[in-house]
């Protein structure tokens, strides 16, 4: 009985660090990559993702707000910013210091579904299934805050972006995990925003939310240099040791946050994992995987 009230206790206090603090305990990650031309000014960006704001999460607003001072040049959001059908005055607040700073986005299931109680079980053991009976999101209103801070739509979408002198061909796909991406229209959509860039030389970006590998893959066959996504919350609970129990996808494990390189029929691409910033409202659990934003 003694044995059972200690790991009880463990457990307990292992439940209040992750949910208490952890969740909390926002940081950044810094990280370089080669992709631009020889000679080219360096870029930084700001990769956003997973946000799962709630109206009351001012610690989360003011930390995001504070993210200005890092002067990016470029902000990559991969999904998933709404945590709740109400938040969108919240993120107007978190997000608004971003003005007039070259941006791109891609939705995640959350943009478009308010979250409800999971089984916390069954995430640990395969990908939770695509929940469209959620409260509906008013996704055309978080577009609109978007277009207000002049950032482009890249849902199954491409873009040409000067930044610094650099002229950067974005591709995108809407929601693997709703299965709303069409890498068909996303094929269409690169050749059309190419226009008069080289085949060789300028940098290609693909932008997801969910990293499935057939995402992935696709990306890379198209010529991705590098592609950025979220959605794994980094596995959110871990094993110190061994990582991320889940990555929410088919995604290895192994990849579950940071930097790695993807590779398809000999092309490679890399790929840039965000473990995220929030988590689910009916989750609010970290463990050995802290909040982050690169």
Known sequence: MKLIGVIAAIGVGVLAYSSLFERNKFGVRHDSIDVLESGASSIKVLHLSDIHLAPWQNRKIEWIRGLSSLRPDLVVVTGDSLGHAESIPALTRALSVFT?????????????????MPNPFTYLFRPSEPDVDGERIDTEGLDALYSSLGWLDLNNASARVSVNGSSILFTGTDDPHLNLDRMDFVAESVVEARGDLPETGAAIVGVTHAPYRRVLDALTDLGADVIFAGHTHGGQVCVPGIGALTTNSDLPRALARGINVWNHLGRNAFLNVSAGIGTSIYAPVRFACPPEAI
Do not use: K, W
């Open 100 to 116: 007039g700073v070259p941006g791109v986005f891609v939705h995640g299931s959350n943009d478009y579904f308010a979250p409800r």
